[in-house]
C-alpha cells in the first residue's frame, strides 16, 4: 500500500507501508487508512522521529560489520534518516506555517 502525505505547508510526500509502518510505530500512533497529525501534535512527534533518526545513526556507528552473520554491512538503503527526511521535513513545514498534515484524503 502506499500513502500520500498532504500539506498546504509543503509538496506532497508518497511512503510505502513498510516506511509508514516504522515511522508511525516509532511516533506512537496507529496507522490508519486516513488521518492527521495536527499542529498541536507536530512538535511532539518531530522530536520523536529526529530522536529516532539520531539512534539509529549512533547505533549503525558502533555497529560492526564483522561481528554480524556473514560479515555484510547494513544496507545503506535501510537508514531511517534518509528515509525518512522527506517526511520529516514535510512535518517541519507545516508546524512553521501552523498546517496540519493529513493522508488518505
Known amino acids: 500500500m502506499i500513502y500520500q502525505f498532504r500539506s498546504k505547508a509543503g509538496p506532497d510526500v508518497?511512503?510505502?507501508a513498510d516506511l509508514t509502518q516504522r515511522i508511525f510505530d516509532i511516533l506512537a500512533r496507529p496507522l490508519e487508512p486516513r488521518g492527521i497529525l495536527t499542529v498541536e501534535?507536530?512538535?511532539l512527534l518531530i522530536t520523536a522521529l529526529e530522536t529516532a533518526i539520531l539512534k539509529d545513526l549512533g547505533d549503525?556507528?558502533?555497529?560492526?560489520p564483522e561481528a554480524?552473520?556473514?560479515g555484510e554491512k547494513p544496507r545503506l538503503a535501510d537508514r531511517l534518516g534518509q528515509r525518512a527526511y522527506p517526511f520529516?521535513?514535510?512535518m517541519k513545514q507545516a508546524r512553521e506555517?501552523?498546517?496540519p498534515?493529513?493522508?488518505g484524503v
Request: net charge negative.
Open 14 to 16: 508518497i511512503m510505502l
Open 41 to 43: 501534535q507536530l512538535p
Open 60 to 64: 549503525r556507528a558502533n555497529s560492526n
Open 68 to 70: 554480524q552473520d556473514g
Open 88 to 90: 520529516l521535513e514535510l
Open 97 to 99: 506555517q501552523d498546517e
Open 101 to 103: 498534515v493529513m493522508w
